[in-house]
């Protein structure tokens, strides 16, 4: 009996040895997930895919007859928000043709704001929380790299943290830790520079998202947009993030801390547009001009 | 039959998982109450406790694939729910003569399983810093949630527990005559 005892404990601890291991593995900085991993994701993802449409088709329908309660009042003041947009559309209009205009003349064909977007639907969801991790159905063989900016409608979500071939994982805002900063704008409505910050984390306690700001005299006041600048050379311009939610002064006192509000449902979205920016990444960009010149 | 449906079934709790926060309850996350669907577990421990005999260990080896496959598919953290799944079915494998078996002591085996593998989880997860609550906050807000939830999913599936018997009646019968 003490023998069996003895190699019961001993297949237990080698048990606690590999699983250290692997820890230890999957923490290292990884560019790419193995073979292995790329092959289970998507193999399990094809089943997902399957057991999602019907249970989105339930969800929505359940959601549907919520919202339909509210239909008579959002129609009215959807009605009349329309006669509005009819004018914003005709400036608008006006502004992107010599916006382009202008463009052309100073010889400029790519900004950091163009991208193309890539429809995916989200198929699940991480049910451990500590993860803030949802699965979507597009992966490499339709363009997905990692660190590429994910959007919805109502503004950013996260990004992609990796991707096998037919699938890929998101990590959603409030997953962000320092390592994965976004720099981004403050849209001042009183004034015609832009504020300029990072976004450095998520805080648990109050729901938002820490932002840096770069200057501490200007007076942030609550409300304001925070939109992604595109400095960070990894997403591009413009993202919709959030909104400014109260500004704090920093640990030391010599910077300000605001917090953001994200605009998008972290909580529930199932249509995401994956974003590819166009303009080329800073080390490309130097090729490029180095072989200008010569 | 065992043998394709068990795998199967598991495989179709994975995925369920991953939707599952998509139709549970969503006041209850504004609530601050965290629930971790283990029904993975909930289903293995049942596996233990009906389908496997004292020398066979079918359900530890499951445990080990499936946790794996939601380590590999959910968290990018390899290892932690493959070892505390296996760790915590291989306890309860070799409790349950202890006490004799009907659907009370099942849930009180499945109460005691999804805390041990829970609180492990958690135990890691602080380590590797993946994340930073205080325990009194994670007994309040996930342990106990988490409880309730896979308690009443136990009361959804413990009808399965005839056909386990069935089926591992059909693979004595099998392996003593071959």
Known sequence: MSFFRRKRLFIILVGFIILVGLIGFSLRDRDELSTFEQFLHDTVGWVQNTIQVPVQFTTSLIANIEEMRNVYDENQILKARLSQYKNVLYE????????????TTLNKTESITDFEPIQASVIARSPEQWFKMVKINKGKQHGVEPNMAVITGD?????????????????????????????????????????????????????????????SQTDVSEGELVFSSGMGGVFPKGLKIGTIKEVTPGKYGLTQVAYVEPSADLYNMNHVIVVDRSAAMPEDNGNTQAGEEE | MARIYLPLFLLLLLVIEGVALDFLPQRIFSEQWIIIPHWLLVFLLMIAVFYDFENTYFSVLYAIIFGM????????????????????????????????????????????????????????????????????????????????????????IYPINRKLIQWSIERDEKAKSS
């Open chain 1, 92 to 103: 608008v209009q006006e502004l992107r043709q010599e916006n382009e205009e202008l463009q």
């Open chain 1, 155 to 215: 503004g950013m979500i996260g990004k992609i943290q990796s991707r096998s071939q037919f699938t890929s994982t998101v990590l959603l805002l409030n997953g962000f830790d320092r390592s994965n900063r976004i720099s981004v704008n403050i849209d001042l409505t009183d004034d015609e520079e832009d504020m300029t910050g990072f976004i450095v984390g998520y805080d648990e306690d109050e729901e938002a998202l820490l932002l840096e700001l770069n200057q």
């Open chain 2, 69 to 156: 496959l939601i380590d590999i598919v959910y968290t990018n953290v390899l290892g932690v729910y493959m070892f505390s799944y296996a760790l915590v079915v291989y306890i309860i494998h070799g409790m349950k003569k202890l006490l004799h078996l009907n659907l009370f002591v099942v849930l009180l085996y499945t109460v005691i399983g999804i805390s041990l593998a829970d609180f492990f989880i958690f135990t890691v997860y602080l380590f590797i810093g993946a994340d930073s609550i205080s325990w009194e906050a994670y007994a309040s807000t996930r342990l106990l949630p988490t409880l309730i939830a896979n308690g009443l999913f136990l009361f959804l």
